[in-house]
């Protein structure tokens, strides 16, 4: 439901720029609104979790993000979709480290790349679910609603549910071994420190920060996957309808699922033999498939409804090679290298360190396309296509696709030499006392 409610608005962009006369920076400010949000707010999980259950964590903000979908359905201007686009923001942030901290512990070494691709496989059909619903939806009225107005709603509903089944049926991993993290004599002295809002010493932020820099190296590629929100205006604007243009994103999104899945289990097998340096080739791998890939679909094959099947093609070997990153190599080395119970607040950094510099992207990508390539929303005719605004837009996706993946692709580098250190520094540790937060 996360990523389904995630690729809801990328998917009625269209719809939206029309509704409230908005062009491409505008749509994409309210991208990097909810991007921003959801990354400098992603260190309030690591805090959460220290208090409540992660069960509790998730539920709180999946309301949250529940009743900012909602919320965007019934705007009337474009600043309350901004607002509520925020709020959604804030949902996430909660979410996202809590959830991913929970899959670390549920695995163990040499498997976490199978189950963080397993989560991704997971997020990726409900993205898939989201963004088809909404696309073919967003032709059509709905008692009088406006069809992607009705897929907000309909969409909060089913995460406000979920949210509620997950508080009362889920099981932190914590509770059910909790000798992995410590005897309860610290477990009751930590609760006490904190329920007397003691706050945690400076020591976690410094480990926090130690741990993070080894994944730092590989922000500038999350700069694409924030981009590709245009993909599916860029596809109306050539001329798709609205099923074949959620078909294409269909193909492109069953493709990361697949690669997702794929990359972390290659990368769990190779680094049964080469444990220091597996990851770190695979993610450079999936980095650098991302230029030649991004030249083909941009530049090489005609924007022409014509070209549908190449298209298609195109998009899913794209997507099974260029989303081995996370599963393959970031969440899997997190937990490696940083003691059981950081490991919530180190996800909340990634996405902060991430996501507050890839949010940047979806308005850059309006800005390049406007200012640069001559983009114009009001002569851009939005229901028929456009030669002229699908040019400029895929000239602007191009700029913000092959850079970050290139500067990806180098900056894994220095991971050959710091990722083993850090890793051996945590094992180190004398005793399972010392992996406590204080």
Same mark, same amino acid.
């Given at each position: 439901m996360e990523r389904a409610d995630e690729n809801l608005l990328p998917a009625v962009y269209k719809e939206v720029s029309a509704a409230f006369n908005a062009g491409p920076t505008d749509l994409g400010y309210l991208t990097f609104l909810m991007n921003f949000l959801k990354s400098i707010a992603s260190p309030l999980a690591g805090v959460l979790a220290l208090q409540y259950d992660r069960p509790a964590v998730l539920a709180i903000g999946t309301v949250f993000w529940a009743v900012s979908t909602g919320a965007v359905g019934v705007s009337q201007y474009f600043q309350q979709v901004a607002f509520w686009r925020a709020v959604n923001g804030l949902g996430l942030a909660i979410v996202i480290p809590a959830l991913q901290s929970f899959i670390a512990d549920s695995y163990k070494d040499g498997t976490r790349g199978a189950g963080f691709g397993l989560l991704s496989l997971i997020g990726s059909i409900g993205g898939i679910g989201g963004s088809i619903l909404a696309t073919i939806m967003a032709g059509r009225d709905y008692w009088g609603l406006p069809g992607w107005r009705f897929a907000f709603l309909m969409v909060a509903f089913l995460s406000l549910l979920i949210g509620l089944l997950v508080y009362f049926y889920t099981v932190d991993p914590r509770k059910v071994s909790p000798s992995h993290f410590g005897d309860d004599e610290d477990h009751h002295e930590r609760s006490h420190l904190i329920g007397n809002g003691i706050f945690p010493p400076q020591s976690i932020w410094k480990d926090s920060w130690i741990a993070a820099r080894s994944v730092m190296k590989g922000i500038v590629g999350s700069l694409p996957w924030t981009a590709v929100v245009f993909f599916t205006m860029w596809f109306e604007l050539i001329g798709f309808d609205n099923s074949s243009s959620a078909a294409l994103n269909s193909m492109f999104a069953i493709g990361c699922a697949s690669g997702s899945f794929l990359g972390g289990v290659i990368a769990d097998r190779l680094s049964k033999y080469y444990p220091d340096s597996a990851r770190i080739m695979c993610a450079q791998f999936s980095a650098f498939m991302g230029i030649p890939f991004s030249w083909i679909l941009l530049t090489v094959i005609p924007q022409s409804v014509?070209?549908? +099947?190449?298209?298609?093609?195109? =998009?899913?070997?794209? $997507? *099974?090679?260029?989303s081995w990153c996370a599963t393959c190599a970031n969440n899997p080395m997190f937990a490696e290298v940083v003691p059981p119970k950081h490991r919530t607040m180190i996800y909340a950094f990634d996405?902060?360190?991430? $996501? +507050?510099?890839?949010? =940047?992207?979806?308005?850059?990508? $309006?800005?390049?396309?406007?200012? *640069?390539?001559?983009?114009?929303?009001?002569?851009?005719? =939005?229901?028929?296509? +456009?030669v002229a605004g699908a040019y400029a837009l895929s000239r602007g996706l191009l700029t913000m696709m092959i850079v970050p993946f290139g500067l990806c692709f180098l900056f894994y580098s220095p991971l050959y030499f710091v990722f083993k250190r850090d890793r051996e520094n945590v094992r180190r540790l004398p005793s399972v006392k010392e992996q406590e937060l204080i």
């Open positions: 014509d070209y549908w +099947s190449a298209f298609a093609v195109t =998009l899913f070997l794209m $997507g *099974i090679t260029i996405r902060a360190f991430e $996501g +507050s510099f890839a949010s =940047l992207a979806a308005p850059a990508v $309006g800005m390049v396309t406007e200012k *640069i390539y001559g983009y114009n929303a009001k002569t851009v005719n =939005l229901e028929n296509g +456009s």
